[in-house]
């Protein structure tokens, strides 16, 4: 559909309300909603070379999610010893998103700093700073709402120019199709182009006051978390942030 942005699901919320993790509830088919999410994101950006999830430090991870969070450590620590598979336990194998194998899923957690993302120096590349290392599970102990992953993706990427963008989905919209994500894309205007969906309230406005008559209007409300966010906007976002933390 485009290959101008970079796909992030948002999936670090406590889910106080739902009682369970949402982005682990299963859809029809079984399978765990944040699959059906990123492949969702995946056909909406084919071009993409990741997706990325953010999650909180203390989201809870299924086995596939777990296999994206220890991959590194996993890579350092294997034995080469081939008679090591013998007595390693068997599991059957993880849940995978239905996507190429050439398409990288990335698990970010939620920092706990706010100094993410400096602007870079376009003129001189060479003295930006390098990026932050990844954020460990037990760096925070808590979820630090849709925010922190936001920034979490942006300090991913800090030498980004600000013509970037960052196609955004939350876990928590399921009904989400790959029709309406393409007319957000196609509706995009910087910095931010957000999904709108009608209000359940409207409210009434006399047109006609001689004549007593009045229209009915329904209410659009914009949806941040279902969103085109240019990397400009993230910054500003940071400031914004680091502003009302007195920094």
Known sequence: MTSNFTPLMLAGGKSTRMGSPKHLLKMPDNRPLYLHQIELLHRACPDAPVVYISLAP???LDPYLESLSTSTTNATTASTNPQDENILPKHPPPPTPNIPQHVQVRLIFDRPDWNLAPRPNMANPNTNPSPP?????KSA????GPAAGLLSA???QPNDDDTTAWLVIACDHPCLTLSA??????????PVTCFTVPSSESFSSNTDTDNNNSSTSIMMIEQ????????C???RLCERVEESRGR
């Open 58 to 60: 203390d989201s809870q």
């Open 133 to 137: 290392p990844p954020p460990s599970r």
């Open 141 to 144: 102990k808590e979820s630090a």
């Open 154 to 156: 942006l300090a991913t």
């Open 181 to 190: 994500l393409g007319e957000l894309c196609d509706g995009y205007r910087p």
């Open 224 to 231: 941040p978390l279902v969103a085109v966010w240019a990397t």
């Open 233 to 235: 906007a993230l910054r």
